[in-house]
């Protein structure tokens, strides 16, 4: 699971590369024709050069059949882009893609497109700000999200990657418990991917790209205050132009102002796309987290009886080999919900006691601690007694059939 | 310039749990290693147990345990083990937030020895395995591994009348019930031997030793000398072999044993002293004493601890073997002269193609115990 979960992301990888190239591309294209959505969109299905060429590198022996099969997945690309100059520009990215995989051939199947790392955000990056100085929304939107996807599959992929590589050195090791390993490190990821996507989500509320812009502003203005000391004053013009209404610019103008307007159904269709997109995948994120912990928790208390390990949960209160100083408070919280049955009746005996408001010291044995509690002697005091006892000092412990023996006293 | 804050946000978070695991790994982390039987023969068995705790809300996906110990100990999954001079034991455990894990591992008890288990050091890495921490932690858990018991039926005939001529020289030598000594307080010793003047005075418990109507002691010299330069390490494992046998067939049919060696303590370098045992109870103490001689240092001159023997008390009432694959002149003179005072047994441990150089006329019995190999 954990190794098709890496080829998946591999590959995403270099589609989201591609999808964030082809924002910068479809920008560059909008100077000469259509809009730039429109490029954009048609522009995806370089996407299917990309993935047979994917599929072929790892189903073909020879060089021949491959470059066959790949260069004939670039026909839908090159027939349905608008115009010759997308045409063209298409067709190139296409065999810039085929060049990669055949270099991936030769080296293995390492390429720029198949290793993610974190560095592949400052391409999102890069686009995004780009997208912010010339205002153009495509460029912003799309690499916002696919940096956001991005931070998860790469955070996945390293610790897999990791993961693989450590279980691949000592694959030879005798006893080396796999299943909880991989169970250990699924329930730290998550957790961390949980806090991770709470930090992305919570971290533009905070307002700290406000905060970013004025100190980058404040700096701004020291420096013309600087410069200004050196020389005299330059005289303020005031420059007062009439734009006559036709040469008016569009909402969004800029440098690469759109010439034509997009067309409704193409916008229409974008935004649907997109929402669509992000609320299944957000939706398939949501669902999988919750179904992993729920899964996790489950077998928490299921030993995975991969070897002869006894493992068990303790507590602070298990003094077997307590370590001092250890737990704390956590551990005093987690103890509250330790259903184990030594637990569960050394809880009874101490509820039994403090609801007598009893002074205890830490030397007094059970049978002073009930005498200084003036516990009635009978049935009950005895069945107690004798549970806690073997609760706290035998080797065994209590079973659940001591519990309910303790309920029904 | 939201994206770049966020992504500087996730960076900051990796390096935060990079430095929450290098700070927070270890804290309520314990290991703990012991052999769940102290002692074995060569050629037996033993379980070693290894125990670890997480009393931490930190999970630890991957954990070694890494330790050494003798090669002697041969564990029955050598996967884990790095064999050289020692056995370093490496094994992976994962642990959960307050979880224990125990782990019990079988092992062959292979060459004599005393097999110490003095620290652990536990390896644990993030949560992107990007860093390794490690710590130790001191153990305090210890294995014997004894000499081999042999079968001793070859000694019928020397023991017969070695203690036959004990039982002939008692006779002639008055021999009442009389104090002997004091020493030290052991299990077997009824309480009524106890003399607690010198108890108080020392503040163990000290028992009366008193000669018994026939004092049928023996004493077994265990001489690891080598003769030459050469080092013949199986002859000296050979002879503590036979002095463990020895020491436990005499004790399991009465006979105090006392055990006189020039070996040196493994951990400390000191000789042995002179040791006494009485009861099948106490060849334990014996075989310790044996599975903690260190073969390497120099060894004293076993001659000198011939006559020194000579100036105990009643020494002649006793029996004496000496085990020694060396035949020095000067060590065949001194057990001659006692000899001529107590009944006497050379036994020397050789191989098939080694001569043996004992006097023919010697004053003692002399028994050849051939050893599997070549000099």
Redesign the interface.
């Known amino acids: 699971m954990r190794r098709k979960v890496i080829a998946v992301i591999r590959q995403l990888h270099g589609a989201m590369v591609l999808v964030s190239v082809l924002t910068g591309v479809s920008t560059l294209l909008a100077l000469f024709g259509k809009t730039r959505e429109t490029y954009f969109l048609y522009g995806l299905l370089i996407l299917i050069p990309y993935a047979v060429s994917a599929f072929a590198e790892e189903k073909t022996s020879g060089i021949g059949l491959f470059l066959l099969i790949s260069i004939a997945s670039t026909v839908p690309a090159v027939f349905f882009a608008p115009d010759l100059l997308s045409k063209i520009v298409f067709l190139l990215l296409s065999v810039i893609i085929i060049i990669i995989r055949i270099a991936g051939r030769v080296k293995d199947g390492d390429t720029i497109l198949t290793i993610p790392t974190f560095a592949t955000e400052i391409l999102f990056a890069v686009f995004y700000i780009l997208g912010v100085f010339l205002e153009n929304s495509l460029m912003t939107r799309v690499n916002y999200y696919l940096a956001f996807a991005y931070v998860i599959f790469v955070l996945i992929y390293m610790n897999f990657s990791s993961l693989e590589a450590y279980l691949a050195v000592n694959r030879e090791v005798e006893n080396i418990p796999t299943k909880n390993i991989g169970r250990t490190n699924n329930l730290m990821l998550l957790g961390y991917l949980g806090l991770t996507v709470t930090v992305m989500l919570v971290v533009p509320f905070f307002g700290l790209d406000k905060a970013v812009r004025a100190a980058g502003r404040g700096i701004l203005a020291f420096i013309r205050w600087l410069s200004s000391l050196r020389g005299e004053e330059a005289p303020i013009e005031t420059v007062i132009e009439e734009v006559p209404p036709q040469e008016s610019m569009t909402p969004e103008g800029g440098m690469f102002a759109d010439t034509v307007e997009t067309p409704l159904w193409l916008e229409a269709l974008y935004h649907a796309l997109t929402v669509a997109i992000g609320f299944v995948v957000a939706a398939i994120i949501i669902i999988g987290i919750v179904l992993a912990i729920y899964r996790l928790v489950k077998a928490f208390y299921r030993p995975t009886k991969e070897n002869s390990d006894e493992e068990e949960f303790i507590s602070d209160s298990d003094d077997k080999e307590y370590v001092p100083g250890a737990g704390g408070v956590f551990g005093r919280i987690l103890e509250r919900f330790d259903p184990s049955p030594n637990a569960v009746i050394r809880r009874t005996y101490r509820k039994t006691i403090r609801k007598t408001k009893t002074e205890v010291d830490a030397s007094d044995t059970p049978r002073e601690i009930e005498d200084a509690a003036k516990l009635p002697e009978g049935k009950e005091r005895t069945v107690l007694h004798e549970l806690y006892e073997k609760a706290r000092y035998s080797k065994d412990g209590c079973t659940q059939e001591d519990v309910q023996t303790l309920r029904n006293a | 310039?939201?994206?770049?804050?966020?992504?500087l946000?996730?960076?900051l978070?990796y390096v935060l749990?990079r430095i929450l695991y290098k700070k927070f790994w270890d804290?309520?982390?314990?290991i703990?290693i012991r052999f769940l039987t102290h002692s074995a023969h060569e050629g037996g068995s033993g379980t070693l147990e290894e125990?670890l705790?997480n009393?931490?809300?930190l999970?630890?996906?991957?954990l070694h345990a890494k330790f050494e110990c003798g090669s002697g100990i041969s564990f029955n999954?050598s996967?884990?083990v790095s064999t050289s001079d020692r056995n370093y034991k490496?094994?992976?455990?994962?642990?959960?937030?307050?979880?224990?894990?125990?782990?019990?591992l079988d092992f062959e008890a292979v060459r004599r020895g005393y097999y110490p288990v003095r620290s652990a050091d536990l390896v644990a890495g993030d949560?992107?395995?990007?860093v390794h921490m490690v710590k130790s932690f001191p153990q305090d858990t210890e294995f014997y591994i004894y000499p081999r018991l042999l079968d001793t039926s070859a000694f019928d005939q020397p023991l017969k009348k070695l203690i036959g001529e004990m039982a002939a020289r008692n006779f002639i030598l008055p021999d009442p019930f009389e104090f002997r000594g004091i020493r030290e307080y052991t299990i077997s010793d009824p309480m009524n031997t106890i003399n607690w003047k010198a108890s108080a005075k020392t503040g163990d418990l000290m028992v009366n030793q008193y000669n018994s109507t026939t004092t049928r002691r023996i004493v077994i010299f265990l001489n690891l000398e080598d003769e030459t330069v050469i080092h013949h390490g199986p002859l000296h494992e050979e002879s503590m072999r036979i002095a463990a046998s020895l020491a436990e067939r005499l004790l399991r049919t009465g006979f105090p044993v006392t055990l006189v060696t020039n070996g040196r303590d493994v951990e400390t370098h000191e000789e042995f002293p002179r040791m006494d045992a009485n009861g099948v109870t106490q060849a334990e103490e014996i075989f310790r004493v044996l599975a903690r001689v260190d073969l390497k240092p120099e060894k004293t001159e076993f001659a000198e601890l011939i006559r020194a023997e000579m100036k105990q008390q009643d020494f002649e009432q006793a029996g004496y073997i000496l085990i020694s694959p060396s035949m020095k002149k000067p060590l065949q003179e001194a057990f001659s002269e006692l000899s001529g005072f107590a009944s006497a047994l050379y036994v020397t441990p050789l191989y098939n193609n080694m001569d043996s150089r004992i006097e023919e006329d010697a004053p003692f019995s002399y028994l050849r115990w051939e050893v599997k190999g070549f000099a």
């Open positions: 310039m939201v994206l770049v804050i966020v992504i946000s996730v960076l978070l749990q804290k309520g982390l314990a703990r125990r705790e009393r931490n809300f999970p630890l996906p991957f999954s996967e884990n490496n094994d992976i455990f994962s642990v959960l937030f307050y979880q224990r894990v125990r782990r019990r949560l992107f395995y990007s």
